[in-house]
């Protein structure tokens, strides 16, 4: 039988000639390639439910686990705080930072061990299995979250509570297993010519998610309260799931699949994972394994500074300007439009202008990360925050670059292998950064809470680094070129 015949006749191929190791991939119709929906979605319901629940966090550490009456912890976060509330707000802050954390480690330990099986896994048994488990843990998280919440409105419930509701988040695989797949999804979909381009797209459909959740958070709160707002996140999300099952179809060919019937049994093979680092750590032509490895671990450092930084944003944000939810949706929604501008617009512009590689423009989105973090350790007044924003509205194409410099270095056949194991490291550093974050937050509270940020821009400084390194050896001789075939 040949391709033609193997394949669905509503999903033409392209022969672009064969490959040795690895069969052609299916050439999609436009769209087939369109998951921006589903990832919108899912962001969304992470970025409307992030501050709710933080502040959801606070009231029920001073009603569950400090034994006050409800009246007085209501009127924390609120903007005309008495000296009485604010103390008690000190006191609890330290308390709350380590139920975030606690969740932070839980969702990360499982999936950085599930991480290095997901990559090989997939390459098998295909991309939509991986996207399809993410969006169902994450939906049984929020309605889990949302029916605590609902509880919490009768009862005095302990907010450790929480923590127990993000179990099913890490044993699905969690936010890396699904970067996993969906990057996976669009390498197996396009070439190097648009991959970039591709990456970047999707990048700014998780910031307009981030950014729709952000600014109609803190308005639900005011019109309903917390337990609307994460049902309204697990609605998103199963919206998402949906879309997956019934619209995205699988990027790799049927006759590619293995015909085991067992495919939960084979996730857990120890072969994959031999598979796996001998993929990561073979030889490569020219220094293309140590551009691999530098791009890696640019993009591990990425998740470190982010991760360690969110635990402690807001409670900073709280404590520093005395912002409340409302404040902080407005702050949050300008920097997502600035990333939103910097990774269509803005990345438009510069390729067209100077044309720099996809490298240049990763060390790029690192150094706006780098000046936005400094700017929000030495901020004195809500408006230098804004600038930040503004000025660094580059550093949201970071990450997009970063992943377009693995898949252009390194074959087809190897991508999800190596994003596999990418994601596994990135699922191990908050069980660093969350802790370190969170006793840097605590040990300057009193005299310095922003002191955590020159952490961040240390660390992203360092990301940009990494990049300049890898761009300079790709210089020193002409990386193999691998196409991929669709």
Known sequence: MDEREATDDRLPVVDLGPEPTQSPRLERKYRYLILEP????????????????????????????FGKNKSLCDQLGTENETEEIQQLEKAIQPYSANILMAKSLVESIIPALGSMF???????????????????????????????SLLSMYYTINPWYYVLASITTALSGGTCALITGVFCYIADVTVEKTRATKMAIVEAAVFTGLLAGTLSSSYILRWTNGTTVFAIAAGAVFLGLMYIIFYIEESIKPNELSETNNRARELFRLDLVSELMQTCFKRRPNYDRLIIWLVILALAANIFAMDGSQTVFLLFLRERF?????????????????????????????????????????????????????????????????????????????????????????????????????????????????????????????WYPGAFNLITATVYFTCACLMIFAKIFQSMYQTTTYTSIN
């Not at 997901?118 to 949302?146: M, N």
């Open 38 to 65: 589903a990832v919108l979605l899912i962001f969304f319901a992470w970025n409307v439910s992030s501050a709710v629940f933080a502040n959801q966090i606070v009231y029920q550490t001073c009603t569950g686990a």
């Open 322 to 446: 005395e912002w409340t939810v409302k404040d902080y949706s407005y702050y949050d929604a300008s920097a997502i439009v600035f990333m939103i501008i910097g990774n269509t617009a803005g990345l438009y512009v510069i390729r067209k202008l100077f044309n720099p590689s996809v490298t240049v423009l990763a060390a790029l989105g690192y150094c706006c990360y780098a000046i936005n973090s400094t700017i929000q350790a030495l901020a004195s007044e809500p408006w230098h925050l804004y600038m930040g924003t503004a000025i660094c509205f580059m550093k949201g194409i970071a990450g997009p670059m970063s992943r377009a410099v693995i898949s252009n270095t390194a074959p087809p056949n190897d991508i999800g292998k190596i994003f596999s194991l990418t994601t596994s490291i990135e699922s191990i550093t908050p069980l660093f950064s969350a802790p370190l974050y969170t006793f840097v937050y605590k040990s300057t509270l009193a």
């Open 118 to 148: 997901i990559g090989p896994w997939s390459d098998r048994y295909g991309r939509k299995p991986v996207i399809v488990s993410c969006f169902t843990g994450a939906f049984l998280t929020y309605a889990i979250v949302a029916l605590i």
